[in-house]
């Protein structure tokens, strides 16, 4: 355990992150659970509706990477020189993987590259329209749930369709995300077994869809089936049960092969403080996507 500087426990990591006092004060919000749970329930709408963007939900790796995709070409040109640099200093994934993940996003159409002018010259790659539409689509769908804690948010939702409305919204998201992150909160045990790991980030929105609002994440039993777990995710059962074994002798969870999973209390801190910096970064960058739009109009 860590602590923040207004003395408050949190989870490894967290406290690194910089956003202490915001985390804490969106899990005080009375609608908090609420709003994260429809942070959850959103992405899994939105993976389940696009086969591309639910690759990306995979693990936090893939999803950082995909958003850093727009934000490198709209501040100097996407290389994977550049992507490979932002990746090093962010923690939540090394610069070796890079080059596989730009190739998944080629592969599923996100990126397209640009033939070089010259001989010998660094290939260039950027975002396509299949990219853009995705990550609008998605972006909005956020936005909805961080609406809920802070109705502003809905002023920037009805522009997002406006020219380079969107795209600044990205570069302000992803800038804030980058300039965040740290080693240490990559390398927690909550997110080694579940957000970086493959599938895994898609296992923790189902363990937050259970449950009521004074009770997130679910103290009780959640249903877990392998098989609908498996199908749904696109993995074999055999990995679900390795991920919910593995997180059990961490202390995260308690696995029933009944097919119940218990979050032990470690485990609901992690994911509490997770969706409370998730929701605080949207509504920060929300607003700050408001402001800088307010100062561009002429007059």
């Known amino acids: ?13 967290h406290a690194d992150l910089g956003q202490g006092e915001e985390s804490l004060r969106m899990i005080a919000h009375p609608q908090f659970a609420e709003a994260a749970r429809s942070l959850a329930t959103n992405m899994l709408a939105s993976a389940a509706g696009d086969e591309a963007l639910g690759g990306v939900f995979k693990d936090a790796g893939r999803y950082v990477t995909a958003l850093w995709v ?27 993987r890079a080059r596989s993940l730009l190739q998944f996003l080629q592969h599923v159409g996100y990126v397209a590259v640009i033939t070089p002018p010259g001989a010998g010259a660094r290939p260039r790659y950027e975002p396509t ?32 369709e406006e020219a380079g409305v969107f795209e600044t919204f990205l570069c302000v998201h992803a800038a804030r995300l980058h300039d965040r992150a740290r080693v240490s909160d990559a390398m927690s045990a909550f997110f080694q077994i579940f957000p970086n790991r493959y ?28 098989s609908a777990a498996a199908r749904r995710f696109g993995v074999s059962q055999i990995h679900i049960r390795r991920m919910l074994t593995d997180a059990t002798r961490a202390g995260l969870l308690l696995y029933d092969a009944k ?17 409370a910096s998730q929701l605080a970064e949207l509504v920060a960058s929300a607003q700050l996507t408001l402001a800088r739009l307010a100062d561009a109009r002429p007059g």
Request: with cysteine; glycine share 12%.
């Open 129 to 160: 329209p299949l990219y853009f539409a995705a990550w609008r689509s998605h972006s909005a769908a956020a936005l909805r749930a961080a609406a809920i804690v802070a109705p502003d948010v809905t002023g920037l939702i009805d522009r997002m």
């Open 199 to 226: 599938a895994g980030l898609l296992m923790v929105m189902t363990f937050v869809e259970t449950g009521g609002p004074d009770d997130f994440p679910s103290a009780g039993e959640i249903p877990v089936s392998l």
């Open 1 to 13: 355990m860590q602590i923040a500087r207004d003395g408050a426990y949190m989870p490894h990591g």
């Open 259 to 275: 097919g119940t999973v218990r979050l032990e209390e470690e485990a609901r801190t992690a994911i509490r403080f997770f969706y």
């Open 70 to 96: 727009g934000y490198l070409h709209a501040t100097g040109g996407m290389t994977l020189a550049r992507l490979k640099e932002l990746c090093a200093a962010s923690g939540y994934l090394s610069p070796g």
